[in-house]
């Protein structure tokens, strides 16, 4: 569609307001992007939400509410008080589908970005590039409203868009057969605001496909819960301990009540908070927490969301810490084979401050809140208060990198131009949940990938460490034309990509040495106070097994009588592994008379214990409750015994 007719198109809606008679049209790509959207490029109901959110980050909005009807989902809301749509911007929108305008130099002339075309009128990073965020709402439904305002405005735009099905034929088609493909039509029409300085974009989801409703409302969970209770013999899984009850989809009539951490009366942080904390809580139950274990789909939903736009951080930002006692600071070298220096802070001063870091904050970027549901959601990255382990080092340890690559001796067109970036390496003995163990690279402050946990391709076997680190890269210039379609994964030969790795690869090893040296100078003055005990056969096994898998902590283990167990929590929070003797190490016959079974039993309780250091080194303990983790110590001690 040319200009001129973008034009005339926009003239035609701005008359609506005296005729009343709405626009209509019909979509058209110009490519066979929404083609692809409707086959699904976005996974699952938040990449959907993420990229709505996203586009009121674009827009300048201070504050989006999403309310999803749960749990029955008849119809989601998405309101923002961002700059709003004109008829213009909305032409172009239904018109161009595929072609964003927001970082050329259209999108200065429809007032969408600022001169610097990969920046919002009000400064901040684009997020969006591709024009398609708001057609992700295919993965929802076929039919949606777009209500928009601009400021100063008496009346605002409303669009009503229905998506036509998918085609399979349009992907066989030549790009030329393609570009003008029908993909759905619209009505457009204007009408009065009562309000001429309001401002903002409400997307309304109507008629929600099913199969969205069903995941949302985590159908496949419950189900799979009915058919463990009627088939004896199928595979046992436990129900989410967190979830938002269950209806009967026939009449609407609530099967299972709610079971979440936050009461009606509590407020939006305050919500999301409880939540947290309960996750918190579950480590008192088993080593790691797995939210796809403990949560419904939709808590999923939520958190995934969360994780991925950019809101504050629950805790602040890692890069405004202060010098504490629980944390020890290092520097991430930029150079082959670099060595990580430790940062002494002066009282009162960041990290942020020290070193010149520039991304932005809560409070730089300017406010930018999320509500989903009456819940206010933040970035779920927890640094403080996390469970001890039985890691030889206590403290936790964040490492700074920071580095701007020119690729000076290559052409742009084959480099991408220049590269810069910031990022941080935190390493705590648990991480929590375990969906946090990784890394996630961030455009814009904002990323469609969750965290990687293997690093990036990081090959070398640091299996414990990997799932003892929470990293985030955040790029300020570069790597956009990395990012694939789905804004959920990246072109890997890309040269940012590529150059990220090494870099990436890099600070791990930086990290690993340093954590590893750490251990060593505990371990030394540990058994410096220990006695000749420690020296026996069973325990020096364990050590040189570990260690010839790279292991150099080895983990604490208590084993405790059933009347000891008050003391459980304290020596769990101290980072000792502790196991109840009777479970693990039943008595042996005969066992509690003479000299010769006591001796046993002494044995069998060493051997417990070097098991469980093994195991728990080795990281196959982590996925484990307590429990079950008692059951696998004692049913091995049962083969041994033969």
């Known amino acids: 569609m040319s200009k001129k007719e973008d034009e005339k198109l926009a003239k035609d809606i701005r008359k ?8 209509e049209g019909k979509l058209e790509t110009d490519d066979r992007v929404l083609a692809r959207i409707t086959e699904g490029i976005y996974r699952q109901p938040a ?11 674009d827009a300048d909005a201070t504050e989006v509410i999403i309310l999803t009807d749960a749990p029955r989902f008849g119809q989601i809301s998405v309101r923002d008080n961002g700059h709003g749509l004109s008829p213009e911007i909305l032409t172009h929108l239904v018109k161009h589908i595929g072609s964003s305008a927001k970082r050329d130099e259209r999108g200065v002339e429809l007032h969408m970005a600022a001169s610097n075309s990969n920046f919002s009128p009000g400064g901040r990073q684009f997020i969006g590039k591709l024009g398609i965020g ?21 009346y605002r735009t409303v669009a009503d868009i229905i998506l036509g099905k998918p085609d399979q ?52 969970v419950w189900t799979r819960q009915d058919n463990q209770k009627e088939d004896p013999e199928a595979p046992k899984t436990d129900p989410p301990k967190i979830h938002i009850g269950r209806l009967r989809r026939t009449d609407g009539i609530v099967t299972l009540e709610a079971s979440l951490p936050w009461a009606e009366t509590d407020g939006p942080r305050a919500r999301f908070e409880k939540l947290i904390e309960r996750l918190r809580a579950l480590t008192n139950e088993r080593e790691s927490v797995d939210i796809r274990k403990v949560c419904d789909n939709y808590l999923w939903s939520l958190w995934t969301l969360a994780v991925s736009i950019p809101v504050p951080y629950l805790e602040g930002h890692p890069f405004d810490f202060h010098s504490e006692p629980e944390f020890k600071f290092f520097e991430i070298e930029n150079r082959v084979k670099g060595q990580a220096k430790e940062i002494t802070l002066k009282r009162n001063t960041t ?8 991304t932005p904050d809560g409070a730089t970027a300017g406010r930018f809140e999320v509500f989903m549901d009456g819940v206010q959601l933040f970035r779920p990255i927890l640094f403080r208060g996390l469970p001890r382990s039985e890691s030889s080092v206590k403290e936790n340890l964040l490492f700074i990198g920071r580095h701007r690559e020119e690729f000076s001796n290559r052409q742009v ?20 949940p375990k969906q946090n163990q990784g890394v996630v690279l961030r455009v814009g402050n904002a990323s469609g990938a ?51 790795t090494k870099w990436l690869h890099s600070a791990f090893r930086q990290f690993s040495n340093r954590q590893k040296e750490l251990a060593k100078q505990v371990l030394t003055a540990r058994r410096a106070k220990e006695t000749k005990v420690t020296k026996e056969k069973l325990s020096v096994k364990v050590e040189e097994a570990l260690k010839l898998r ?22 769990r929070h101290e980072g000792k592994l502790v196991l109840i003797k009777e479970t693990v190490v039943p008595r042996l016959e005969r066992s509690n008379q003479t000299a010769k079974g006591k001796v046993e039993q002494e044995l069998a309780e060493k051997r417990a214990i070097a098991i469980t250091q093994l195991l728990q080194g080795m990281g196959l303990l982590g996925t484990l409750s307590y429990d079950e983790q008692e059951q696998l110590v004692r049913d091995i001690m049962e083969i041994v015994r033969g």
Do not use: C
Request: cysteine-free; aromatic content about 10%; proline content about 5%.
């Open 16 to 23: 609506t307001e005296q005729t009343t008679a709405p626009v």
């Open 47 to 57: 990449s959907a939400l993420r990229e709505l959110v996203s586009n009121a980050y």
């Open 134 to 154: 708001l057609f992700s709402v295919a993965q929802f439904t076929r039919h949606f409203l777009i209500i928009s305002k601009t400021k100063g405005d008496k």
């Open 169 to 220: 034929k349009l992907l066989q088609l030549n790009e030329e057969e393609t570009r003008h493909f029908e993909t759905g039509h619209y009505q457009i029409w204007r009408e009065p605001a009562q309000d001429s300085d309001a401002h903002g974009t409400e997307i309304k989801l109507l008629e929600l496909l099913p199969r969205t409703r069903d995941e949302l409302a985590s159908d496949d």
């Open 351 to 358: 990290l942020r401050k020290t070193l010149g870091l520039k």
């Open 413 to 432: 067109s084959l480099s991408g131009g220049p590269l810069q970036f910031e990022a941080y390496l935190f390493w705590a003995p648990k991480i929590v």
């Open 450 to 500: 969750l965290f990687d946990p293997d690093f990036m391709g990081y090959e070398t076997s640091e299996h414990n460490r990997k799932a003892q680190i929470t990293a985030e890269i955040f790029v300020s210039e570069g790597l956009d034309d990395a990012i694939n379609l789905d804004r959920e994964s990246f072109n890997y030969a890309h040269p940012h990509y590529q150059y990220l």
């Open 550 to 571: 790279g292991i150099e902590d080895i983990p604490e283990v208590v084993l405790l009588e059933r009347k000891q167990m008050a003391a459980v929590p304290k020596l």
